[in-house]
Nanobody, 122 residues
Framework: VQLQASGGGLVQAGGSLRLSCAASGRTFSRYALGWFRQAPGKDRTFVATISWSGGLTNYAVSVKDRFTISRDNAKNTVHLQMNSLNPEDTAVYYC????????????????WGQGTQVTVSS
């Protein structure tokens, strides 16, 4: 599975962005998907994950009720709708695919995209 993230950019605090991740490979629907982020000088951290069917999602506490993860298996894409953004959300966002179930653990993921930069100005 190859993953290509897009949709990042510069936005003011309180604004919204929608990230997308396009995947290649006919087995896309068999993978749980996740979004992680890495701020400058910090470790990569979990943001959100979704099961292969889309029926199960989980979020980091810091983004819960602001971010929404979704997927379209017919189009081999996963999205991250980000609302009420604040400067602490500034990071490079990565999408990832896991052969196991949805997980908040970095090491559970088998494939990673290249990342897309999100910058939130105050």
């Amino acid at each position: 599975v190859q993953l290509q993230a897009s949709g990042g950019g510069l936005v003011q605090a309180g604004g919204s962005l929608r990230l997308s991740c396009a995947a290649s490979g006919r087995t896309f629907s068999r993978y749980a998907l996740g979004w992680f982020r890495q701020a400058p000088g910090k470790d990569r951290t979990f943001v959100a994950t979704i099961s292969w069917s889309g029926g199960l999602t989980n979020y980091a506490v810091s983004v819960k009720d602001r971010f929404t993860i979704s997927r379209d298996n017919a189009k081999n894409t996963v999205h991250l709708q980000m609302n009420s953004l604040n400067p602490e959300d500034t990071a490079v966002y990565y999408c990832a695919a896991a052969q196991g179930g949805p997980s908040g653990v970095h090491s559970s993921y088998d494939y990673w995209g290249q990342g897309t930069q999100v910058t939130v100005s105050s």
